[in-house]
């Protein structure tokens, strides 16, 4: 249970979510094995989960089990590649205008709901305005903000009417699109009440067959799907409370697909299934991090937070906690994104000596009990973080130790999801705390560290920008970022944004871990992406089977 | 007798309703706010109001006590916050699953306990005695998860003779595979389960046997009845164990409640479907109205349970009386 809470409340978190997706203009498939045959169809894959999905309604589910379902059920307007860009999905094309403020969609004509009802341009519509709904209770309403009207001049075209030029949109309509005509019933403050969130009907390669509630999910192929596949007939999830039972399972071979082993675990399990299953390292689209507070006595000179960056062994978490399965994160874009500023970032290698000159230099001075002061304050710092990750705990002990010996006193005081949520970051109170932030594929990160998106006059959080971080050029850039529609001129903003957020640091950045992902060799054109497995309408099984 | 019943089931209508009150005011004074975990990171606190006040907890926390009240006095428990599936269903869907795990478990713990206690208690200080007085240690101090993951890598990978988890073969059922091939594979799937809480719990029921025997057999009567040259069978079986039996018996009724209670231990190892997963999925979630059905019905059940063994202790031990 444990496990599978931290997958629950850590999806809380989660800014955008689409596993799975994607389409034809992936590079080419890397299958397991003999990628020369032909795709059969039949046969059956089993997965492992760990905690049981909430919802199936893409637009009000946060958890990352509910979205595994969802984006096989459902389909989108568009969906992103393996390289987390965006290309079509329900929408066959689409126009933005000059001024980027109308972005037109061409749909796709044959396409039909699971219960055999057209699908048509309405369905959309119905979708976006639930979402920009005051009454609407899920997590996307800030995803839609930008869009001030929906039109629909036909059955296949969808218009989208824009305040300003906005260059994520597209990588916000990832998110599925929900039948009209079985949601219209209930009213929008209503919507998780609808049966058709429990038994979902969608436009999606596989359609819904049962769920049994803590034990498993069953879907089946859509033989309408309007692309290419599917070709497994089955698609089963088996629900795990447990990761050593699940990896039991996987080596039994209950199991065909296990993400995220642990890293205790990986030397074991590659000696045992190296032979039978393709082992994939799955780099996470986040990282881990410690926010520091920006307007903190101790934390508002950049120095120290230098100082801090030079002075944590981020190397040795990444090869003692993590077991080598991951990397140090240098700024806040992922490696897998086509913005990553990469080399050109200061790589902050570990040297306590220079942290200490940083912090002297700073004018925190040692004191006679080892603690550094100024003016008359310790050096006494409060970090918070949320109960249940042991990866992040034994992490933050490294940075514990390594910060004591900069001559840093630290607290590290885990704090239950729900209550370190109201008490300390919806309200942005807080010295410094640890967690870890899951991406979305565009760039674009105005909510994270713009000033506007930090705490309003009424003292109000009112991004994700909780540090308040604020740097006149970098919110500039982060401005600009958001209208220029030229993706190589976009690279070269976001590549200057993490340069300054490299340099200026509102966070310590640790890391982003890359669990592997075991997957039975049975299992054929299978496309590794940024999202582990992607595009399963196009497995197959070797023999159909049989 | 039946005053006294009317009386008691009366006396149970303030208790429960003091146990409600207890339990909604500790759900809404705990830290941390259903709201901030379904709103958006960054809502606004208008946005929060406003999503406060579709789900009716704006108003002040005794009008909310009072309506939820009225509800459940109508048998209407009211929806999750997360799921927006009603309560009831949430919950029946798990019970029948906690249920029979239980209940199996009651069983073997009765079935094996009660004569290990009596051999141990006739062979005092034996070398079964001092053997089952350990295992009694070990099943205590032994962590059920410990024991559980034990039995999955051995029983369930390496010899392959059980399931390793859940409650049976997907697909496997009555209707495809016939009764007596579903009858084995769920029993497969219950044994390694109902074995781990069974060791850990027996130690309990055993002991107890154990002493209650011990104080039987110096009892005048059973020599009394060893003295009349009766058979040592008919002493032990027919004297001394029915009288060393009262105590347990009314042990039963105690344990009724946890019949329904979930255990997420064994949950989470065995991927079992139950209720102990759910309600701590909601405890953590702030999911109110789950945490608050699933705690009345809990003591609903040990109120009820306590009265049982009251009424349990007329039946077995004729020299009380209730009036």
């Not at chain 1, 979708?127 to 009207?149: E, M, N, S």
């Not at chain 1, 001559?407 to 005081?413: D, L, M, Q, R, Y």
């Not at chain 1, 299978?526 to 497995?533: E, F, L, Q, R, S």
């Not at chain 2, 926390?61 to 997360?82: A, E, N, P």
Request: charged share 20%; glycine share 8%.
């Amino acid at each position: 249970m444990r496990k599978s809470l931290i997958m629950a409340l850590a999806s809380v978190m989660i800014l955008a979510l689409f596993l799975g997706a994607c389409g034809p203009e992936a590079p080419a498939p890397s299958g397991n094995g003999g990628g020369a045959d032909e795709p059969v169809k039949g046969g059956q894959i089993v997965f492992g989960m760990t905690g049981d999905p909430v919802i199936f309604n893409p637009i009000l589910s946060t958890d990352v089990p509910s979205g595994n379902i969802n984006s096989r059920v459902y389909s989108a307007l568009v969906r992103a590649n393996a390289n987390m860009e965006p290309i079509g999905d329900l929408a066959e094309s689409w126009t933005v205008s000059e001024d980027g403020l109308v972005w037109t969609f061409k749909l796709k004509d044959n396409v039909y709901w699971h219960d055999g009802t057209k699908f048509t341009s309405a369905d959309v519509k119905y979708t976006y305005d639930a979402i920009r709904h005051p009454d609407y209770l899920g997590i996307r309403a800030t995803d839609f903000k930008p869009i001030t009207k929906v039109e629909t001049p036909d059955d296949l075209t969808v218009e989208l009417y824009l305040d300003a030029p906005y260059a994520p949109i597209l990588s916000k309509l990832v998110i599925g699109i929900i039948p009209k005509h079985l949601f219209e019933t209930t009213e929008i403050g209503k919507m998780k009440e609808n049966p058709a969130n429990m038994e979902p009907i969608g436009t999606g390669p596989y359609k819904f067959v049962t769920w049994e509630k803590g034990q498993y999910i069953m879907l089946e192929a859509n033989e309408n799907y309007f692309g290419e596949g599917p070709y497994i007939d089955q698609i089963i999830w088996k629900f795990y409370g447990d990761n050593q039972v699940m990896l039991a399972a996987l080596e039994k071979g209950d199991i065909d697909y296990m993400g995220a082993i642990p890293p205790d675990d990986v030397a074991r399990i590659t000696e045992a299934l190296s032979e039978t299953h393709e082992i994939r390292p799955i780099t996470q689209n986040g990282y881990t991090y410690i926010g520091l507070k920006q307007t903190d006595p101790i934390f508002k000179d950049k120095l120290v937070r230098q100082a801090l960056m030079y002075g944590t062994n981020r190397k040795q978490i990444v090869d003692d906690v993590l077991m080598g399965h991951g990397e140090v994160v240098n700024a806040n874009l992922p490696r897998l994104s086509w913005a990553y500023a990469g080399d050109e970032l200061n790589p902050y290698e570990y040297n306590p000596e220079k942290a200490k000159e940083l912090l002297d230099e700073a004018g925190w001075k040692l004191g006679a009990d080892g603690i550094r002061e100024k003016d008359g304050n310790k050096m006494d710092v409060k970090l918070l973080t949320s109960t249940g990750n042991k990866i992040l705990e034994a992490a933050l002990l490294i940075t514990q130790q390594n910060w004591k010996d900069l001559g840093i006193n630290v607290t590290v005081e885990y704090i239950e999801w729900a209550v370190l949520c109201e008490q300390y970051l919806d309200v942005a109170k807080f010295q410094s705390y640890a967690l870890a932030w899951s991406l979305g594929i565009d760039p674009d990160f105005y909510l994270f560290f713009h000033s506007d998106a930090a705490v309003n006059e009424k003292g109000q959080l009112v991004g994700f920008n909780d540090v308040e971080f604020k740097n006149d050029r970098l919110d500039e850039l982060l401005e600009l970022g958001r209208t220029e529609m030229d993706k190589d001129t976009r690279k070269e903003i976001y590549v200057e944004a993490q340069k300054i957020v490299n340099e200026e640091l509102p966070y310590v950045f640790l890391y982003a871990n890359s669990s592997p992902a075991v997957m039975h060799k049975k299992v054929q054109g299978v496309t590794w992406g940024y999202a582990g497995p992607m595009f399963p309408e196009l497995w197959w099984i070797k023999d159909g089977g049989n | 007798m039946l005053n006294y019943i009317g009386r008691r089931l009366i006396q149970m209508i303030p208790l429960l309703i003091g146990i409600s009150i207890l339990n909604f005011a500790i759900m809404h004074l705990a830290p941390g706010d259903p709201i901030d975990l379904l709103a958006e990171r960054n809502a606004t606190a208008e946005q929060k109001e406003r999503i406060k006040e579709l789900y009716g907890l704006n108003d002040p926390i005794h009008i909310q006590y009072l309506r939820w009240m009225q509800h459940v006095l109508k048998g209407d428990f009211g929806r999750s916050f997360v799921d927006g599936q009603p309560v009831m269903k949430s919950i029946l869907e798990r019970l029948p699953y906690t249920l029979y795990l239980n209940f199996l478990i009651m069983v073997v713990i009765y079935v094996v306990a009660i004569p290990v206690g009596i051999i141990s208690a006739l062979k005092q200080y034996s070398k079964f005695d001092h053997l089952m007085t350990s295992m009694a240690f070990l099943g205590q101090a032994v962590p059920s998860f410990w024991i559980g993951l034990i039995l999955i890598y051995f029983f369930g990978l390496k010899l392959d003779w059980l399931p390793i988890s859940g409650i049976g073969t997907i697909g496997l059922n009555v209707r495809t595979a016939g009764f007596w091939a579903t009858v084995v594979d769920r029993a497969a799937h219950v044994i390694m389960p109902v074995t781990v809480v069974a060791f850990g719990s027996m130690t309990g029921v055993a002991r107890y046997m154990r002493s209650s025997m011990l104080e039987v057999i110096r009892q005048d009567y059973v020599r009394t009845a060893r003295a009349k040259g009766l058979p040592e069978k008919v002493v032990i079986l027919k004297h001394a164990m029915r009288n060393a039996l009262l105590p347990i018996v009314t042990l039963l009724g105690a344990e009724l409640p946890l019949l329904f209670g979930g255990m997420v231990v064994i949950e989470s190892i065995f991927s079992w479907p139950g209720i102990g997963l759910l309600s701590i999925r909601a405890i953590f979630q702030r999911d109110y109205l789950i945490v608050m059905a699933i705690n009345m019905m809990g003591a609903t059940l040990m109120v009820l349970g306590n009265f049982l063994a009251d009424l349990l202790y007329v039946v077995v031990d004729p020299r009380i009386k209730y009036s």
